[in-house]
Nanobody
Framework: VQLQASGGGLVQPGGSLRLSCTASGRIYSINSWGWYRQAPGKQRELVAR???????TYADSVRGRFIISRDNAKNTVYLQMNSLKPEDTAVYYC??????????????WGQGTQVTVSS
């Protein structure tokens, strides 16, 4: 199983980006997805999470600006980021929790994608 994240880049303040993360391999199901971020010198923090039933939670710092969604048929999670601020600059990581394969149920992480918000 591999998680491949994409969609990061350089954007001006107030701009938007859409991150994607796809899990590949022989996957039966994924319980929940999450997006985390880590800025230089800071700890990794949870940005947003979405359950199998579609319920989502957000960090206070991004609520109302970011939207997490998932496509179960494609084993993919998205993070639509709007009204971006310089403080959103970080490496963003996707997380698949309760990922079920024929062998086990485990947690997987993507490789990270850089988001830089700067003028």
């Amino acid at each position: 199983v591999q998680l491949q994240a994409s969609g990061g880049g350089l954007v001006q303040p107030g701009g938007s980006l859409r991150l994607s993360c796809t899990a590949s391999g022989r996957i039966y199901s994924i319980n929940s997805w999450g997006w985390y971020r880590q800025a230089p010198g800071k700890q990794r923090e949870l940005v947003a999470r979405i359950t199998g039933g579609g319920s989502s939670t957000y960090a206070d710092s991004v609520r109302g600006r970011f939207i997490i969604s998932r496509d179960n048929a494609k084993n993919t999670v998205y993070l639509q980021m709007n009204s971006l601020k310089p403080e959103d600059t970080a490496v963003y990581y996707c997380n698949a929790d309760g990922l079920r394969t024929i062998a086990a149920i485990s947690t997987y992480w993507g490789q990270g994608t850089q988001v830089t918000v700067s003028s």
